[in-house]
């Protein structure tokens, strides 16, 4: 439960009031920082960057399921994910509480109100005495005590009751009754007849506070959807980013390779200057590659991390184990449309308004009347007192009793400022609508492309997939040609580029299509539905408007979302990227360079350049290059 905070009164100075008069405000009183109230930082390791060793972090390994629970469970502050970052949404889980209370605010438009006030009062009047010629006064004390009772009826009439007793002692005087008590007994009404009259009309400010907390709801249900999706979109995109990671990975190690090859037969004299240059320069822009391949998996990952409000960084990396789903999935376009028609929180918010308008309008509709109001009141009267001897006189109850009955009736002539606001109402009314109408529009355009976007990446996952095993094979063939010397590199360094890319091009169509998946339940407004997540009210004690410190009346408090226990996204025991058939092709090669006994097997080495930095330091494998460079040497040139 949230607690205010209070700052000390001490450290608002500028707020602080002086005796009797405040003075005038001519200089800025401006605090300085450290006198404002502090804020816990979480506690937050270093970050790891691209220049971190991988081997000095831990595996994490998250299921998707996993993800999303974490994420509802740290969702006070309702987060959403653009592009490679996440933010606030503006939404918490207090809002529809907040929004809840503005409906017993209008409520209490109708409450009885009870207003009691109690006098003491002494009048010392002058007077002549006829009889001597002075003047005398004479002195009376009074208390009097007025207790009155209204209420707003639903249907514009104001009501009430009110009972005034007054007590009157006197000094001197001609007054018979000393002490003298009177009381009044009055009852009132005002019926409109017009302008205020009908129950519809007066319970508008209730009806638009209780459309409002829908609103509010559905506001924050449509922030929820919005943070599921970019759990999911987060977490394959951080999939997809591990591939590409792992695909630059592979293409500098057969960039390397070709690299030290090159550069030892030139030893040799069996290799130009301009091929070791220019293996030399491709192993340059795939260190490059690798640097950004991994600046965006950290990018990556921290975006998960914030949607799930875990700490940015850490001695763990974050490992996704769900795999991602390759079958292709067909849908019913007008059942989409139809849900998406009545789920979506978006759209229904845009009806809400314009349900609020048409009550706001029946409110501009009646205050463009004139008003004529019917008057009533009645009253019974009464006195009781002490006669000079002793008796006691008093009137019989309702002996003297009153009524006046009429009408009132005002008008502004003209009533422009009524109708100018009943026609504003009917114009905001016409602009919700068509509000409304866009947004259908759009709900319909975003789910086509939504559409289109699934069939799209679906069958690009087939067409890089091929792609990806066209380029292997490419791969194989511009290497066993470059090793034969029977080509230069270029063919290889183009093959080993196109075989990089159709990896990260079919990881990032698969992570893709998933996202779209998951899209589509959000464009529908079903993604919560879909993935077993509801809404549970909390609630708090507080004062309510008959209780008492210490009463347990308990209201709205927060409305948290929670999942069920579920496994649509279960954990299959290994890295996600493994899905994807990940063969290592140093593997292969140090297989294939077995079998060709003239060619030594090779091993990662230094790359020296001015810099003095070598792909060692990026790769974290330190292997010498001595020793191979030796072996180089004894090679004899390979037959033409």
């Not at 969702?75 to 209370?101: K, M």
């Not at 606001?421 to 609508?433: A, G, T």
């Not at 063919?491 to 990089?500: E, F, K």
């Not at 294939?592 to 330091?617: C, H, M, R, V, Y």
Request: glycine share 6%; charged share 25%; with cysteine.
């Amino acid at each position: 439960m949230c607690v205010p905070l209070l700052m000390a009164a001490e450290l608002a100075y500028a707020q602080q009031s002086r005796p009797f008069i405040l003075p005038e405000q001519r200089v800025l009183e401006i605090r300085d920082t450290d006198q404002t109230q502090s804020s816990q930082l979480p506690p937050v390791d270093v970050p790891y960057t691209v220049s971190s060793p991988d081997t000095a972090l831990t595996s994490d390994p998250l299921t998707l399921d996993q993800a999303i629970r974490i994420a509802l469970e740290n969702a006070e502050v309702v987060r959403f994910l653009g592009g490679v970052t996440a933010s606030t949404s503006g939404r918490t889980i207090y809002d529809v509480a907040i929004a809840n209370t503005s409906i017993d605010e209008q409520n209490a438009l109708f409450d009885p109100s009870l207003n009691v006030t109690s006098t003491l009062g002494k009048i010392d009047q002058p007077g002549f005495d006829a009889t001597t010629p002075l003047i005398r006064g004479s002195s009376t004390d009074s208390v009097s005590t007025s207790v009155g009772l209204t209420k707003r009826m639903f249907n514009g009439a104001d009501v009430g009751l009110s009972v005034t007793p007054v007590g009157s002692y006197f000094q001197r005087g001609p007054f018979l009754l000393n002490p003298q008590f009177t009381n009044g007994v009055e009852m009132t009404l005002r019926q409109p007849l017009l302008r205020g009259y009908g129950r519809a009309a007066n319970l508008v400010p209730v009806v638009v506070a209780r459309i409002d907390t829908e609103r509010s709801y559905f506001q924050y249900k449509d922030a929820v959807q919005e943070l599921i999706r970019g759990v999911i979109e987060g977490y394959w995109s951080l999939v997809s980013a591990r591939v590409e990671v792992w695909a630059r990975e592979q293409q500098i190690e057969q960039a390397e390779f070709a690299f030290k090859r090159a550069e030892a037969r030139k030893e040799e004299g069996l290799e130009r200057a301009a091929d070791v240059a220019q293996a030399r320069s491709a192993l340059a822009n795939f260190r490059a590659s690798l640097i950004t391949a991994r600046s965006n998996r950290i990018r990556s990952e921290t975006a998960l991390r914030n949607l799930l409000k875990l700490p940015p960084s850490g001695n763990s990396e974050l490992v996704p184990v769900s795999i991602p789903v390759r079958d292709k999935v067909d849908f019913d376009w007008e059942l989409l449309l139809a849900m998406a028609e009545r789920q979506r929180p978006d759209i229904v918010e845009l009806k809400l308004i314009v349900e609020a308008d048409q009550q706001l309008l029946l409110q501009a509709s009646n205050s463009a009347r004139p008003q004529f109001d019917g008057i009533a009141n009645y009253r019974w009267d009464g006195i009781q007192g002490e006669l000079p001897d002793g008796s006691i006189l008093s009137s019989s109850g309702g002996q003297f009793a009153g009524w006046n009955v009429g009408v009132n009736f005002s008008v502004p002539i003209g009533l422009r400022q009524s109708r100018a606001s009943l026609r504003r109402q009917e114009l905001v009314i016409c602009r919700d609508k068509a509000n409304l109408d866009q947004g259908v529009r759009q709900m319909v355009y975003d789910l086509t492309s939504t559409y289109r976007n699934i069939a799209q990446f679906h069958d690009q996952i087939d067409a890089f997939g091929e792609a990806r095993g066209a380029a292997l094979v490419n791969y194989e063939n511009q290497k066993g040609e470059f090793q034969a010397d029977r080509q230069g590199f270029l063919n290889v360094l183009q093959a080993i580029t196109d075989w990089g890319n159709a990896v990260a091009q079919e990881a990032s169509s698969v992570t893709q299509y998933n996202s779209e998946l998951a899209g589509i339940e959000r464009q529908t407004g079903t993604i919560l539905e879909s993935h077993g997540i509801v809404f549970y009210e909390e609630r708090f004690c507080s004062l309510g408007p008959l209780g008492r410190p210490g009463a347990q009346a308990t209201y709205p408090s927060a409305l948290p979302a929670t999942g069920d226990e579920t496994l649509r996204y279960p954990d299959s025991g290994k890295p996600a990227e493994a899905a994807f058939d990940l063969k290592d092709l140093g593997s292969s090669m140090k297989e294939d360079k077995a079998n060709d006994p003239p060619e030594p097997e090779l091993k990662p080495a230094p790359f020296p350049d001015d810099s003095g930095s070598t792909i060692d330091q990026l790769q974290q494998r330190p292997n010498p290059l001595d020793e191979s460079l030796r072996e180089f040497s004894r090679l004899k040139p390979l037959p033409r």
